[in-house]
């Protein structure tokens, strides 16, 4: 390869680089702005969603480290298998329910409430199970909230 493309291929990498750090500052920017419930804008709706999702996002990833460090070998295998596809559902249930918005301005609020509330639910399972009795095999699957499918 002649010495002018790899100075070119180098320089161009560097430039990409560049506009890519600009705009995930230009996004670290925008996302700085904290929630402020008086405000009745989309924008800041939108916001106080996102923050609302961050919240429990944080809590379910507590419940989660709490619930798999007390598992043995086997049973973490199966609860990151569950976790991995439950997070997989969720996104798409979101994406299902919130698909009239899209491309609108409420939908980046709609997203984090479906996020927000399915994070909640999943927050309760997780806490039911820390709770579980060793050899309670009905433990795990009972869920006095939730109202059975018929």
């Not at 402020?36 to 709706?45: K, N, T, V």
């Not at 709490?66 to 298998?81: E, T, V």
């Not at 409430?113 to 997780?126: D, W």
């Amino acid at each position: 390869m002649p010495w002018f493309q790899v100075i070119w291929g180098m320089t161009m990498r560097r430039i990409f680089l560049s506009a890519c750090l600009v705009l995930l500052a230009g996004a670290s920017v925008a996302r700085a702005q904290e929630c402020d419930r008086s405000d009745d804008s989309q924008q800041m709706m939108n916001i106080c969603a996102g923050e609302d999702y961050q919240a429990a996002d944080a809590k379910l990833n507590a419940a989660y480290q709490n619930l798999i460090g007390s598992d043995d070998a086997d049973a973490k295998r199966l609860l990151q298998a569950a976790q991995r596809a439950w997070i997989a559902f969720r996104d798409a249930e979101c994406a299902h329910n919130t698909a009239a918005s899209a491309g609108g301005s409420i939908h980046a609020m709609e997203v984090s409430q479906c996020l927000t509330r399915l994070t909640n639910e999943r927050i309760k399972q997780l806490a039911a199970s820390a709770n579980c009795e060793e050899g309670d095999a009905s433990c795990a699957n009972s869920d006095e909230d939730s109202d059975e499918v018929q």
